[in-house]
């Protein structure tokens, strides 16, 4: 087995404490660091994905998957030629006002970060000017995902998405939801560019998006 072959396989088993030595050990061996990202890492990370979407791991295995991603990428960094790691570009991400979850948009950040993408997380009860505000302060973010796990912010998602559309930024960036209570339906109505159901799919279409 390749030194990536073996990278990409700790990552899927989520063996956190072998992916540092691992990725030294690659990087001694003279693995090209984009190769090692991409191909064992990135790619890793986009198994895990289907596998979760497919339901033949769960939350935890995804989680530790991308804990393990990101311990390897954090002795890779010095290494990679620029920024690598952001190539993808971009990803504002939050949950909207009035809405205190956390779990499920931490969880898309990793699995986006670990797609390749630079993640600015304005966190939790994040007002729609504030994603706005993000935005325009960034000229380079080509992606925005904002979520609502209650159906009681649902209404302040949809206040999100027409503030940002409302601003002019709809040249610059796609918008993409999710959370518990949201469908492709209610996507559809409020002009969000893409509805997805788990964190898995979010960075499949992250990638889409940017591309």
Sequence with gaps: MSK?????TAIESGKVKLIEGLVKEALEAGEDPNEILNTGMIGAMGNVGAKFQANEIFVPEML????????????????????SVGAKGKYIIGTVQGDLHDIGKNLVALMIESAGFEVIDLGVDVPAEKFVESIKANPDCKVVGASALLTTTMDS?????????????????????GGAPITQAFADEVGADAYTPDAGAAAVKAVELAS
């Design 157 to 177: 998602l949809k206040n999100t998405v027409k503030a940002i559309i409302d601003a002019g930024c709809k040249s610059q960036v796609k918008i993409m939801v």
């Design 64 to 83: 530790v998957a991308a804990k393990t991603m990101k311990k390897g990428v954090e002795i890779l960094k010095p290494h990679l030629a620029g920024d």
């Design 4 to 8: 990536i072959q073996e990278i990409a």
